[in-house]
Structures are given as structure tokens and as C-alpha cells.
């Protein structure tokens, strides 16, 4: 169309007006907008193109916000159509083939805050020419990844784990779950304990039953949820020596020379392992002095439920006293004891000789006995230059000076789990290599110490989850290469509430002759308080009795009386003198 005249330079100004932006609508350089939904650490990839092979290479600029008349809002990536000129992180990558015109921004482990509108330039040469795309990036949080957990250190009734922190899928964890059951048992079954500090990376579990297996798993959480399980770990705990004595032990007296002894091993429960012989010692009574002879032991292999031994060469009618411990490979347990059994009398129907080679053979024995007391003794005292120099070399060991005691204090008890904090002491002659922490019932000795759980020299806090709820004891000790520091101050510690399910369904019994005593006082307290006021009131009864009977002692005629166990009644003439 040609425009003549002035008259028609109006019009033909809008229709070109009107050409040029309909060309630029249809044109590359119109602006094109999309919309991307992420989750937060992943890597996400704002695509945008041109034709390099028509247009050659071009500058090009992303930036943040609705793209300006010219160049880029807060630009987070620029280039010159070869390589990258800038970029505001390390985050920020041109992962295409800039040459061939791909200049797609793509954003490594997207957060949250990286939400929003992403403005990309391509500037071509021309008016109004240049190519625009816009895309809005939405980034949402997730849960926490599973947690990777792995064993650190396994012992006899308590073992220690430790995890790495995970990806927290864009909101800060806030605690930990960890379960733990029998191996053989359902999820379903399994003590939970919530851990509320989110830095923690280690956990102690104690109260543990030896030898025996356990599964163990995690989770982490925050804002968004719980993370899915870990992986499930399966710990055995090590052997221990059997906490019970072997069972019904039984003596029977063969001959006047042999007594058979038979017994049964400890409970299951009790046995913290794989049984793999037992110890039986036996000694003579002697009546005269009413003391027992020296210990003679002997082992046997532990292979059946019902054992048995003969034991021979014994002396005739002679009380014999015999004890039977179980062993692990990790120690020996408790003595089961049976009363005194006498071997056999001597059946008389042999002449005198034999009777002296009867006493020839107890002399032999007692010669034996005491030769080997001799040997002993003889041992001990043949080396008194040995001994000394021992005893020097401690004495100049004892000079260095041993780490002082850290100083431990309660920093939270949360249902069946409690945490500790400890300062150092000064670290004595040597640096400090570690500590220890001793563990018992609160009512037993710290001979019996349950638990022992060591730490490296730069922990400070550690928490520990307790299997069965109760009241405990804790100290603990510093150690460098020298010595080992005296005890700390002792914490007193209850974990857990009335009725929480326990994971052994086992009762403890307490070895510890204090925690007997007092159980039997308690006892002793309850059973005064019923009998003395029945013992009053019997003493009442009787009294009342007395003073009526001495009444009508002289009378005649019937008695008629209530007493307690029953009425006692009396007719006839005759004085209740008897009575």
C-alpha cells in the first residue's frame, strides 16, 4: 500500500505502528514465560535457545525478577557467546553448548530462597530484535534423607552408634528417632526413643543382654515430616560371663571312695553366651578342727542339659563340700553349692594291711597336699630379688602424676534416655587419651558395675538410652598414658516412666549383698508390723482369760466363754483348779 498525500500520513503511520508490533509478537525476540516446580537440593535447569547458526554467537544475561527494557534484573550469570564473563555463585552453570546458541541456566542444589522469577537475554542486533524468556521457579522443602548409621563400638551390655548428617531437605532437623528390638521380634515390639538435640551425631545404648542380637534403625526430622528409615543395623552384643549359677545340683555317694555329681546348666537368660565348660572344686571337712581342707578342682566341657562327674580317690565316711561354676568364653559365673555329702563306710571285711594301706593312702594324700603347699610356698619365697625389683619399678611409675577427675553434670533426662556434659581436669604428665564412664544400679556396689562406655579425649557430651527404665549410678574417668584419674562425682539417675515397655522381658537379679540386706530389712519392717499387733492382741485375750478363770476358780457350776479360735464351755461340780 503507498500512502500519497499528507492527508493520509496519519493512517499510514498507525499501520505501520501496528505492522511493526505484530511483527515483534511473532518475532523470537517476544517474551515467553513458563513455570518450574523443584525440591529443595536438587539441580534444576531454566531452559532458553537461539539460533546461533542464523544469528552467530550472542551475548546473553539471567537474572532475577521481570526482565527490564534493556539488559538484566539482579543479572546471577552473564556471557559473551563463548564463555562465561560472570556469575554471582558457583551455584550458577551454563551446562549446554554455548556455541550452538544453548544458554540454559542451570541452578545446583536449589533452596528455597532461590524461588521465584528468572528473566533470560539473548541481545540480538536491531530494534526490538532481542530474544526474552521468562520462567518462575518454585522450590519446596521436603524430609530429611534417611539417615547412614553404623556401628562404633560393641561390648558386653551396651554398644555405640554414630551417623553422618544428612541432606535436611531445605528445613533444619529438629531430632532423631532410633528404634531398637530383638532380632527375632516384629518393628512393632521395639523401644522408640525420641532424641530432641539435632547436633547429635553418636548414641549409647545401654542395660543391654549379652550375646544377644538386636536390630536398630533411625529416622530424622523436621518441619516437612519424618524421613524415611534408615538402614536397619544389626548388632550382637559380646559373651559375658554367666550371671546364674548351674541348676539343680545333686551329690550321691557311690562308694567309700566316689561321690556322683549331678547338675544342670544356668537359665538360658543367665548364661550371656555359649557355655564351654564347667569348674567343679571340692574339698574334705574335717570334723575334729571343723574347717575345710585345700581346694582340688577339676574342669569338664560343657555338652549336655543334664552333666554329671564321679569324683574319685575320696577318703571313707568323710563329708565332702562341692561347688559348680559355668564358663564362657568371656569369664565365670556364680558358684551353685549342695549340702555336705559323706562317701561311704569302709566294709570291714578286709584284714589289718589293709587297713594300713587305707591310712597309707590318706598320708599319701595329705603328703601330697602338703607338698604341694610347700611348692608353692617355696615359689613364692625363691624370688624375693624378683619381688623387689618389682616393686621399685612401681614405685617410680607411681610418681607420675595421673589426670585429674572430670567433673560430669545431668544435662537432660527425656523419658528412657539422658545426656551427660563433663569438664576436664588438669591432664597430669601426659596428655589425656580418653574416658570412661562406669555405670550400676543405684542400690549395688561399683564392684558390680554393669556397663562400662569409653569416649575419645575430645568428647565433652555424650547421650545414652537406657533399656530398662530405672535408677542408676554414673562416674567417670580421665586416662592418659600414665595412670587413670581417681573417680568423679557420682550422679544419681532415673530414666524412664511407670509402666514403658522394656525390650527383655527379665528380671535382674541384684548380686549385691547391701541391695539383699536392704531388701530383707524392708521385708523384716513389713512382717513386725503385722505380728506385733496380733502378738498384742493374743497377749490381751490371755490376760482377760486368766482374770476370769481365777474368778470362778472356786465356784461351781458351768463356764461359758468366748476365746477366738472358738466358745469354751464347762459344766460339772467339780473347782476349775485344773483349768
Known sequence: MICLGNRH???????????????????SGGVSAQGIIATVGTDVTLACNYNAKYYGKLPTCWGRGPIPNSGCNNVVIKSDGTSVTSRLSERYLFMGDLSAGDVSLTIRQVEEGDSGMYGCRVEIPGWFNDHKHEQTLTVMAVRPNPVKVETREVKERAFTVRWTPVFDGGRPITSYRIDIKNKQASWDTAITTEISNPELTQMSLVDLRPAKTYNLRMFATN?????EASNVLTVTTKEAAPDGPPLDMELVALSPQSIKVTWK???LEQ????????????REYDPEGRQFKRWQHLSVSATREVESIILGNLKPSTRYGVIIQAK?????????SAPLCSTLEEVHRTTTPSTSMSASTAATLLIEDSTSFTSVHTTTTDKPVTAVTHWEDIT?????????????????????????????GFEGDSPITGYYLEYKAVHALWDYTKTVLDFSPNQTEATIIEMNPSTYNVRMFAKNSLATSKASNILTITTGESGQRTIDLVTTVSTDTHAAASVDESQSGHLTAIVVPVVLVVLTVAVVTAWQLRRIKQKKGSLSMWLPGGALRYRGPESLQEL
Open 223 to 227: 518441619s516437612m515430616g519424618m524421613s
Open 265 to 267: 546348666p544356668p537359665r
Open 271 to 282: 548364661r550371656n553366651g555359649v557355655l564351654r565348660s564347667y569348674s567343679i572344686s571340692y
Open 328 to 336: 564362657t568364653n568371656a569369664g565365670i559365673g556364680p558358684a551353685s
Open 9 to 27: 500520513l496519519p493512517v499510514c503511520l498507525s499501520l505501520f505502528l501496528c505492522l511493526l508490533l505484530a511483527g515483534f509478537s511473532t518475532f
Open 396 to 424: 617410680d611409675i607411681s610418681t607420675s602424676v595421673p589426670p585429674d577427675p572430670p567433673v560430669v553434670e545431668l544435662k537432660e533426662v527425656r523419658g528412657n534416655a539422658f545426656s551427660l556434659l563433663w569438664t576436664p
